[in-house]
T-cell receptor
Framework: AQKITQTQPGMFVQEKEAVTLDCTYD???????LFWYKQPSSGEMIFLIYQGSYDQQNATEGRYSLNFQKARKSANLVISASQLGDSAMYFCAMRGAGSWGKLQFGAGTQVVVTP | KAGVTQTPRYLIKTRGQQVTLSCSPI?????VSWYQQTPGQGLQFLFE???????NKGNFPGRFSGRQFSNSRSEMNVSTLELGDSALYLC?????????????FGPGTRLLVL
């Protein structure tokens, strides 16, 4: 069985500061994908970044980077230079090999960016 | 390119009724997945369709069903609604090309069952 754990229910961060959101996962699949999504209060899930289990380098997308530590089974999201518009719920998700179309989500972390 | 669209955006039903939600994927995407999001259970996978075939199913009762049409549009149906079915229903589409298979989500349908 696959499991995603996000231990930080919520956090405040000041504008222009960096923030790290924790995500640990558990799977027996040798091949899997890790994703981060952002969900503003409007409800839509916005894809941020992807990391494959066999990728040698950590993924980066603009201000988002993924700190992938395979041995520790962690995939932390780092948001650099936070902006007010970054206030949202952030979800870590995983797709295992053969899990057609199924993402397993963590409970999420609520981020509030303050001026 | 247009994103994933879902209709209706909001819906109010009463217990015992049935409801049909619609999802139009991004052009060219052949995989459509459905999720239920509630404050208590979080995001839970309902099912996934690819080329009109259900390839994967979550742990939901048979009252939840879906289908996909030849143009990749998908519908999900919930029969005999219960209060606990009140949720945000999200649909996501992907190219279904391993290994990434990134899913792109629609705005969701908020269902309230009274």
């Amino acid at each position: 069985a696959q499991k995603i754990t996000q231990t930080q229910p919520g956090m405040f961060v000041q504008e222009k500061e960096a923030v790290t959101l924790d995500c640990t996962y558990d799977t027996s699949d040798p091949s899997y994908g890790l994703f981060w999504y952002k969900q503003p209060s409007s409800g839509e899930m916005i894809f941020l970044i992807y990391q494959g289990s066999y990728d040698q380098q950590n993924a980066t997308e603009g201000r988002y980077s993924l700190n992938f530590q395979k041995a520790r089974k962690s995939a932390n999201l780092v948001i650099s230079a936070s902006q007010l518009g970054d206030s949202a719920m952030y979800f870590c998700a995983m797709r295992g090999a053969g899990s057609w179309g199924k993402l397993q989500f963590g409970a999420g972390t609520q981020v509030v960016v303050t001026p | 390119k247009a994103g994933v669209t879902q209709t209706p955006r909001y819906l109010i039903k009463t217990r015992g009724q049935q409801v049909t939600l619609s999802c139009s994927p991004i052009s060219g995407h052949r995989s459509v997945s459905w999720y239920q999001q509630t404050p208590g259970q979080g995001l839970q996978f309902l099912f996934e369709y690819f080329s009109e075939t259900q390839r994967n199913k979550g742990n939901f009762p048979g009252r939840f069903s879906g289908r996909q049409f030849s143009n990749s549009r998908s519908e999900m149906n919930v029969s005999t609604l219960e209060l606990g079915d009140s949720a945000l229903y999200l649909c996501a589409s992907s190219l279904a090309m391993p290994p990434a298979e990134t899913q792109y989500f629609g705005p969701g349908t908020r269902l309230l069952v009274l």
